[in-house]
């Protein structure tokens, strides 16, 4: 039982680790893409080993299954739908004109973006970026 609270603890100390690392990263970096991939860090790795750790806990220590399947559906929930919200973020972000501070070596999205839209509502930004 000992043995079991240690892996637990372990798991849960992971979270903290990932957790921390991505407050870190978020005042770190330079630019808006770069701390919404450590904000995305924060809520997918700092939130998993809260739920295994849960999910261990609550089948051993309590031994109440039906919790533990909860908490793995919202494990699985959260692992689909966090990477996804991030991405959607970024990429309203950069259709709204926010860019990163060094220009990047390939723009696909910037690419598309100036296809696919009518000229009115592209921002200007993304004209001269694609063209260089």
């Known amino acids: 039982m000992e043995a079991l609270r240690i892996v637990i603890d372990v798991f849960i100390g992971i979270s903290v680790f990932f957790a921390f690392a991505g407050v870190v990263g ?4 330079p630019d808006a893409f770069c701390r919404m991939q450590s904000s995305t860090n924060i809520s997918t790795l700092g939130v998993l080993g809260v739920i295994i750790g849960g999910i261990l806990h609550s ?3 309590l031994g109440d299954s039906a919790f533990a399947i909860k908490l ?12 996804i919200a991030g991405h959607a973020i970024a990429k309203g972000a950069y259709r709204h004109g926010v860019r990163p501070d060094k220009k990047m070596s390939v723009d696909k999205y910037g690419e598309d ?8 509502t592209v921002p200007d930004a993304v004209e001269e970026e694609v063209s260089a």
């Open 26 to 29: 978020m005042l770190r970096m």
């Open 59 to 61: 089948l051993f220590i």
């Open 72 to 83: 793995g559906i919202m494990g699985i929930f959260y692992i689909v739908t966090s990477p």
């Open 113 to 120: 973006l100036v296809e696919d839209l009518p000229q009115e």
